[in-house]
C-alpha cells in the first residue's frame, strides 16, 4: 500500500496584477517578462528576466498596451512589436 500522506500545506503563490493590484493565483495570471530590453510573454511563468503579472481582465490589458503602467513596472520601453505581442497573448481575444 502507498501510503500518499501530505506532509505539509500547499501554499499557493500569489501575484498582484499590474494594472488593477488584484491579488490571484499565480496561475491565473499570465507573466510578462523582459528579455534584453524586449517584452515577452511566458506563459510557463519560468523565463528568466524581470516580470510582471497582468490577470484575466482584458481592460488591464489594453491599459497595459496603452499606458505607462509597464514602463514603471518592468523598467521597459513598449516597442511595436511588443504591444503585437500583448494583443495577441490577451484572454479575451
Ligand atoms: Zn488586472
Redesign the pocket.
Known sequence: MVNQQQTHQKHIPERS??????KAPKRSLTRLVVIDGELHIDPSGKMKGRGAY??Q?D??WERAMKTNVLNHALKVTLTDDSRQRLSEAMPSS
Open positions: 496584477c499590474v494594472v488593477c493590484r488584484t497582468l490577470c481582465n481592460g488591464c
